[in-house]
């Protein structure tokens, strides 16, 4: 299967929530390497202490998520995250990881080319204000309801009126000859 991308332009009426969900995004992106950058310090700080390092390394997707997750629901977190998708987090922390993986295999030499850096902050006006959105099972992601052919329906935001009709994505879709996988 060939991955294709389709791209949609969004009409500005439905434009508002947007930028939350950039914002969360981005928010997340920055607690996850917080998160990640706390645990490597203590991490070879322990090794240099006492030689052998027991603390778990958390530059792996599947130990920021239950991480930021946690963080996020503590008396220290955060009380708006139920308004915007937990795609926009989880998202962000896969970004962190495959950021931190990069990092490690160009110090590494594992990775070719020129050598990367350590991931930074994300600030607001310094980024692209972006998301993504996975489609999990299939059914959260969805394109050209019968009533408008050009619309998308994204996780907690509904369905969203684009500019471009829809019908090649959702005939390749109905044929079996593509599947939705994210949305960004």
Not at 85 to 112: I, M, P, Q, T
Request: glycine share 8%; net charge positive; proline share 5%.
């Amino acid at each position: 299967m060939r991955h294709t991308t389709f791209t949609y332009a969004i009409k500005a009426a439905h434009y508002g929530p947007l930028p939350s969900f950039a914002g969360a995004s981005r928010f997340a992106y920055n607690v996850g390497l917080g998160l990640a950058e706390h645990a490597w310090a203590a991490r070879r700080f322990e090794q240099r202490t006492t030689g052998v390092a027991t603390t778990k390394s958390m530059t792996s997707r599947e130990s920021l998520i239950p991480a930021f997750n946690a963080w996020k629901r503590s008396e220290g977190g955060i009380d708006w995250h139920t308004e915007v998708s937990k795609f926009c987090f989880e998202e962000a922390l896969v970004d962190v990881a495959r950021a931190y993986k990069n990092f490690f295999d160009s110090c590494s030499g594992k990775r070719a080319g020129p050598p990367v850096c350590r991931p930074s902050n994300k600030r607001k006006g310094r980024c692209r204000d972006s998301f993504r959105m996975q489609n999990t099972g299939g059914k959260s992601i969805a394109v050209g309801r019968p009533e408008g052919p050009r619309s998308v329906k994204l996780p907690k935001l509904g369905w969203i009126e684009v500019h471009d009709d829809t019908r090649a994505l959702r005939r390749m879709v109905a044929k079996g000859r593509a599947r939705i996988l994210f949305a960004t």
